[in-house]
């Protein structure tokens, strides 16, 4: 009996998920003032990215074109449908209690199920029927949170939604944050003035300069064990503000990642 000849096959590549966020030479003026010149951005499926920049840098400018808040008519700009945004300020209606304000604009059955899900996600299950003016900071911020996640959107946005808050209550926060974000799956882009912020929480950190992309840096250690990088990590983030290097180093709090 002859030989059979095997040819082992070359190994095919595994093709890379189509971005949910696209910009291409993107640029935003503003008269003569060019806010964001000739971007380019790409965000992965469920990638966790964050953004710095100091004031006047364009990050504001951005996240309102990704949130779908500004005109980008004739732009190579590609976002998905299903997108929701926290802000700094929560934003809830007084008039409305919690689970309508989470539930609002919501279409299809069962708002109030749906709502009280996801505000059972966000801890405030016990806040249902409360008015928004009774809340806490922090319980605000969930109230935002389970109103954006209700959504089940491909895309959240976060503009530096844990500024006002204390810093037992922002760790608090950023726990929550990742349990949501690995429970739901989304692509996040945070906005925030918060080195240490970006540290603990991204798996890519991009730094905005004059409308453009200065500097990018990858964190590949797992949170929870991030402690060895951060020195340094730091001090590069830091330079690339325009700040000088002091010798904080940020203490990783937030739960290990499984």
Known sequence: MSEVLRIPLAAVPTPR?????????????????SVIRNLDLAIAPGEFVALLGRSGSGKTTLLRTLAGLDDVQGQDV????????????ARLLPWKKVWQNV????????????????????????RLAAWPLTLSGGEAQRAALARALVRKPELL???????????????KMHALVLALWRAHQPAVLLVTHDVEEAMAL???????????????????????????VVRTLRAKLLGHLGLEV??????DLIGREH
């Open 103 to 126: 539930a609002l604009g919501l279409r299809g059955g069962a708002p109030r199920h749906h709502a009280e899900q996801a505000l059972r996600e966000v801890g405030l299950d016990h």
């Open 157 to 171: 946005l976060l503009d530096e939604p844990f500024a006002a808050l204390d810093a037992l209550t922002r760790i």
């Open 17 to 33: 998920p189509e971005p949910v966020v696209r910009l291409a030479n993107f640029t935003r003026s503003f008269g003569d003032t």
């Open 78 to 89: 590609r976002v998905p449908a299903s997108r929701a945004t926290v802000f700094q300020d």
């Open 246 to 251: 002091g010798d904080g180093v940020y203490a």
């Open 202 to 228: 991204a798996d890519r950190i991009l730094v905005l300069d004059k409308g453009q992309v200065a500097a990018e840096e990858r964190i590949t250690a797992v949170r929870g064990h991030r402690g060895g």
